[in-house]
């Protein structure tokens, strides 16, 4: 199993990113897959999960309405788009496959003016 991040980076607050996580080494289209993130000093926490088949999705409270998880299954790719971004989402962001217990390498998300 294989997940690779890409699309972090540097951001003023209210701004835009969208975060990818390209998977391999299983089949994507059969898993659910999720975001978490760990901010400096802090404990890594869940933030997305989108199920599979179906697409179902799940956020934590403080991200609802600002951030949409989605995925492309012909791609094996899952997706982040976090909009009205705020100071507290700076983080290292890590995709998930929770059915096989594997990270990626995280990318990091900086919010800052």
């Known amino acids: 199993v294989q997940l690779v991040e890409s699309g972090g980076g540097l951001v003023q607050p209210g701004g835009s990113l969208r975060l990818s996580c390209a998977a391999s080494g299983f089949t994507f289209s059969n898993s659910g897959m999720s975001w978490y993130r760990q901010a400096p000093g802090k404990e890594r926490e869940w933030v997305a999960t989108i199920s599979s088949p179906g697409g179902t999705t799940n956020y934590r409270d403080s991200v609802k309405g600002r951030f949409t998880i989605s995925r492309d299954n012909a791609k094996n790719t899952v997706y982040l788009q976090m909009n009205s971004l705020e100071p507290e989402d700076t983080a290292v962001y890590y995709c998930?496959?929770?059915?096989?217990?594997?990270w990626g390498q995280g990318t990091q998300v900086t919010v800052s003016s």
């Open positions: 998930v496959a929770p059915r096989f217990n594997s």
